[in-house]
């Protein structure tokens, strides 16, 4: 009887040791799923767990002060929720299209570009922030904003609070 004990009390143990150490990689590096995003509108890229903590850390450098959370503190009505990027025109909801947003930004329905009054590679004189950054840069601010949405589910831009 002791020793069946023993054995339920080590499995159970063994469990609790498993969960543990899967909980931890789980947190430190998130799987090839979450860091795989579009592309454009046909393919799709994996990022690697440098390219996913580089654009955290690019995208609150940069564009945390209006965007934080992935809401748009100065129009709650253009978020970076993955709806609103949807239907955006044109969309916003790849890698490529959110690049280009960030070289030359455009109003939601893609008619004018703001470029004055937002941060972009064409504003940088007015945008310091905006001097450094690389094409690899902008690419990794892209993922990140894709990414999140998978992480913090309804959380990122908001949900349905402003609506
Ligand atoms: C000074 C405040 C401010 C900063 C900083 C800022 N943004 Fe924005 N962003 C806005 C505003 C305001 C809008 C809404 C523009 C509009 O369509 O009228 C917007 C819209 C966007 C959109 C379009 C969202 C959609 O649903 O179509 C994207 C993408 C975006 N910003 C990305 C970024 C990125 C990436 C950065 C950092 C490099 C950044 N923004 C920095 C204020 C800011």
């Known amino acids: 009887m002791t020793n069946l004990l023993k054995t339920f009390y080590r499995s159970f143990i063994s469990l609790l040791v498993l969960f543990a150490f899967n909980s931890a990689s ?3 590096t998130l799987d090839d799923a979450i860091r795989t ?8 890229v994996t ?4 390219q996913v ?4 850390r690019l995208f609150i450098n940069t564009c945390s002060v209006c965007h934080t959370g992935g809401i748009t503190k100065t129009n709650p009505n253009v978020g970076l929720d993955t709806e609103a990027l949807a239907l955006a025109t044109p969309a916003r909801n790849t890698i490529e299209s959110l690049v280009d947003y960030m070289k030359n930004p455009t109003t ?5 570009s703001i470029a004055e009054i937002h941060p972009s590679i064409r ?3 007015i945008f310091p922030k905006m001097r450094t950054l ?14 999140q949405p998978k992480i913090v589910a309804e959380k990122w831009g908001g949900g349905k609070i402003y609506y």
């Open 134 to 147: 690389t094409e690899d840069d902008l690419y990794t601010i892209a993922g990140h904003i894709l990414i």
């Open 123 to 125: 504003s940088a004189d």
């Open 37 to 44: 995003v579009p592309l454009n509108a046909t393919k799709t």
């Open 47 to 50: 990022l690697t767990p440098e």
């Open 26 to 28: 789980w947190a430190s």
């Open 108 to 112: 939601y329905d893609g008619l004018e």
């Open 53 to 56: 903590k580089r654009g955290k």
